[in-house]
């Protein structure tokens, strides 16, 4: 009778010992021990969703990206950083042969040459399927389909290729194979001397242009300047030719086209701004909006005499008895007239009889001595007094007098109970408990006892020793210290 042979159980590349059906990580083909399943650099656990295997080896996604990702300018964090880092700060320092870290092997990855001509034009090495990147008729790696000067990653839409059979981004092939000169830099009327070795090799442009060098005949030229006026630089205002150069604000110089420009009596040109205050009209209304006072170029005297009149009496017109404002018992118009109870107020005379703040129909109240009032003003006058009529729970006191007898809200007097508030001991009737734990307490006493902060169902905590807290402080007191437990993660909460 044959020996009974046990099967046998898959083997960890990581660790090389067998892994059975409890505890074993699937990933890339392979079983991994659930402690051996992590990352090969940074040491870092790993699941289904951020585990990439690459030659028997697991990796998170950065540190595989770091290892075999692309390099250069636009493979950082986000777009347009620069990323270069390979994950040497994980290697051994001496950095020679391959390097051990928490058990993973750091092979140097190999590149199988290819025949002249047939592979890689960068590297030289063989390009499979799943990583090739063509241009110019020729497969390149992924991770070698870069620029040949800034080695910032390509793609279809940005590789440009160069005579020189290599490949660019569009920003080094336009400075290396692009025209040079005035108007070819970043953007219209940029200089681009990349080329130029020395500063001497780019084009001189003069900062100013004297239009007015070639003189017109008398009554021809540019009304500004007296210069020619040709077509590429003609603009156009009252059948008069100016220099693109010369049509500015006569004042305060400021650039016109054909929508700002304003023409004024003395045959110049002006912006709104400078022709309102030189040609337009003067005085109250007629600055930057109404109830503006406009007075440049008027005289002291000038504003005097056109600042508008205005009598704030509105008493001067006295209406019949009983008919009037109830308050002045002047005349009161549709433009100004308030209503409260069947009356008539003047808009400026509607506010309150004592405290005299402007009120509207939804602030007035009407009193019984035939007035009207704020409501503050109306409850204390007319309101009922006593305690709970204030600010409630206050008392009101027309008198002057203190009202607090019982600054801290709690019980002077009465027996003491084992079944009373755990915090003053007096008994606790149904119209103020608060529970907690099968305990009662008193709604004055349900706060916090570190911070005093009242508590109700939501924010509460039972501490060890039987008494109440916010969160904060219960986590102050009793949750996990040490590195990360902190206000946030990394933080340090030794309290």
Partial sequence: MPSFQPIEAPKC?????????AEERLA???????????CGMCNKSLDSTNCTEHERELYCKTCHG??????????????????????????????????????????????????????????????????????????????????????????????????????????????????????????GGALQSDCYAHDDGAPQIRAAIDVGKIQARPGEGCPRCGGVVYDAEKKLSKGR???????????????????NASDGPDRDVYCRTCYGKKWGPHGYGFACGSGFLQTDGL???????????????????????????PRCGGAVFAAEQQLSKGKVWHKKCY??????????????????????????CYGKLFGPKGFGYGHAP????????????FPDGRPLAGPKTSGGCPRCGFAVFAAEQMISKTRIWHKRCFYCSDCRKSLDSTNLNDGPDGDIYCRACYGRNFGPKGVGYGLGAGALTTF
């Fill in 13 to 21: 590349p990581r660790c090389g010992k067998s892994v059975y059906a």
């Fill in 28 to 38: 890339g083909g392979y079983v991994f021990h659930k402690n051996c399943f992590k």
């Fill in 66 to 187: 770091r290892k075999y990702g692309p390099k250069g300018y636009g493979f950082g964090t986000g777009a347009g950083t620069l990323s270069m880092d390979n994950g040497s700060q994980f290697l051994r320092e001496n950095g020679d042969g391959p390097s051990v870290r928490n058990g993973a092997r750091l092979e140097p990855r190999a590149i199988a040459r290819a025949p002249e001509g047939e592979g890689c034009p960068r590297c030289g090495g063989y390009v499979y399927a799943a990583e090739q990147m063509l241009a110019r008729g020729r497969s390149w790696h992924k991770e070698c389909f870069k620029c040949g000067t800034c080695k910032k990653g390509l793609d279809s839409i940005l590789c440009c290729e160069a005579p020189d059979k290599n490949i660019y981004c569009k920003g080094c092939y336009a400075k290396k194979f692009g025209p040079k000169g005035y108007g070819y830099g970043q953007g």
């Fill in 241 to 259: 030719e100016w220099h693109k150069k010369c049509f500015n604000c006569k004042d305060c110089h400021k650039t016109l086209d054909s929508i």
């Fill in 299 to 325: 005289t002291e005297d000038q504003i005097s005499a056109n600042r508008p009149f205005y009598n704030p009496d509105t008493t001067s017109i006295k209406a019949r008895e009983g008919e009037g404002c």
């Fill in 351 to 376: 506010n309150c009889t004592d405290c005299h703040r402007p009120l509207d129909s939804v602030l007035a109240c009407d009193g019984p001595d035939g007035d009207i009032h704020c409501r503050a």
């Fill in 394 to 405: 206050t008392l009101v006191s027309t008198s002057g007098e203190s009202t607090i007898q």
